[in-house]
């Protein structure tokens, strides 16, 4: 396995787009069998990954957004440190034209999602795609969003760790007045999540600007 996770970022690094796609799979494989082995060069591994996600050759770049979601699937807790770009690189992606991009892109997201430390997640996809010009990409972050906040449920958000409420709600309150419909459905769904909870309204009143509120 050491040899060929060696091998798979020599493949990555190469410029004939073949190649790139067999490293691709080769670092899938690793990390479903051999994850130790990718656990010891997981940041240099994740950043070739994710530089593959832009890649214009559009096969390439699914083949690495799928790539993302394995590693997110069987490292789970492990690519916490490598949130931010994958996650960034991943919303990205959301805005592509091609569905089936857009639709690997989802999957990956819902694997981060579901395999990662909660926290991490939320503010991984709130510095990738909150403020995003494009809308879909927006859409993408509101929804994903809106499953992590699920996952944590409203008592982990308003009564758990302060930074987790202090970085949420403002976003919550942005996406609710977003110029996208779905956007804004996301995030009146998130806040309708935790209306029950007693301490919501202190909550936001301490978190969001008085012009949001």
């Known amino acids: 396995p050491e040899a060929a996770l060696a091998e798979a970022l020599a493949l990555l690094a190469d410029h004939d787009w073949e190649k790139k796609i067999e490293g691709l799979n080769f670092v899938r494989c690793l990390s479903a069998y051999h994850a130790p082995i990718l656990t010891a060069k997981l940041h240099e591994t994740t950043l070739a990954v994710a530089q593959e996600v832009k890649n214009l050759r559009s096969g390439v770049s699914r083949a690495a957004v799928v790539c993302l979601g394995d590693l997110f699937t ?55 795609g909150q403020s995003h010009l494009h809308s879909a990409v927006r859409r993408c972050t509101a929804q994903h969003l809106g499953d992590v906040v699920q996952r944590l449920g409203p008592e982990r958000v308003l009564a758990g760790a302060r930074p987790v409420a202090e970085r949420l709600l403002p976003a919550i309150a942005r996406f609710a007045q977003d110029s996208s419909q779905q956007t804004r459905y996301y995030g009146r769904r998130m806040l309708f999540s935790m209306m029950a909870h007693p301490d919501l309204d202190k909550a936001l009143e301490k978190f969001v600007p008085a012009k949001d509120l």
């Open 74 to 128: 069987h490292l789970k807790k492990s690519m916490d440190q490598e949130l931010d770009n994958a996650v960034k690189v991943l919303l990205h992606k959301a805005g592509e034209s091609n569905t089936f991009i857009r639709e690997e892109v989802d999957k990956a997201l819902k694997a981060m999602v579901n395999n990662v430390t909660p926290a991490r997640a939320l503010c991984s996809l709130i510095n990738g």
